[in-house]
C-alpha cells in the first residue's frame, strides 16, 4: 500500500477570513465552497496541497490555546523561496512570529499564527 499526502482539513471559527488569509496571504486558490456535513466550507489549492475548510459546529470547539502543544494537530508548513523576506511581508501585515528565521537541520523556518491562531512554519531548504 502506498500513501500519500491528499490534504488537511481545518475547523475555522470564520470562512470568509480564512478563506481570505490562505487566498490573499498565502496564494491559494478557491476550487469551490460547498458542504461538509451540512456545515459551510471551502475547498482551496494551495500550489497543489489541498485544503478544506470547515466551519466548526455548535458541538465542537476551535482549539484557539496555543500555549502548550495539543495531541494530534501541531501546525502545518509552507515552503518559500526565502524565510527572512517571507517573515518581513507577514510581520508587515501584522502577523505574530514566535520568533525571528533561524537556522535548523539544513532549513531556515520560522512559525507564525494564521487565523483562529493556527500555527503555520515557513520554511526555506537551505
Given at each position: ?6 490534504h488537511?482539513h ?41 485544503i ?75
Open positions: 500500500m502506498i500513501y500519500r499526502f491528499h488537511i481545518l475547523l475555522c471559527s470564520d470562512l470568509q477570513n480564512a478563506i481570505d488569509f490562505f487566498t490573499r496571504i498565502l496564494g491559494a486558490s478557491l476550487v469551490a465552497r460547498k458542504k461538509f456535513g451540512g456545515a459551510d466550507g471551502a475547498t482551496l489549492d494551495l500550489n497543489g496541497s489541498m478544506n475548510l470547515r466551519v466548526a459546529g455548535e458541538s465542537e470547539l476551535v482549539n484557539t490555546d496555543t500555549s502548550r502543544p495539543t495531541y494530534g494537530y501541531h501546525h502545518m508548513c509552507v515552503r518559500v523561496e526565502d524565510t527572512n523576506a517571507a517573515y518581513k511581508e507577514l510581520t508587515d501585515k501584522g502577523f505574530e512570529f514566535a520568533a525571528p528565521p533561524v537556522d535548523a537541520g539544513g532549513n531556515r523556518i520560522a512559525f507564525f499564527k494564521g487565523p483562529d491562531n493556527i500555527i503555520i512554519e515557513v520554511l526555506q531548504p537551505l
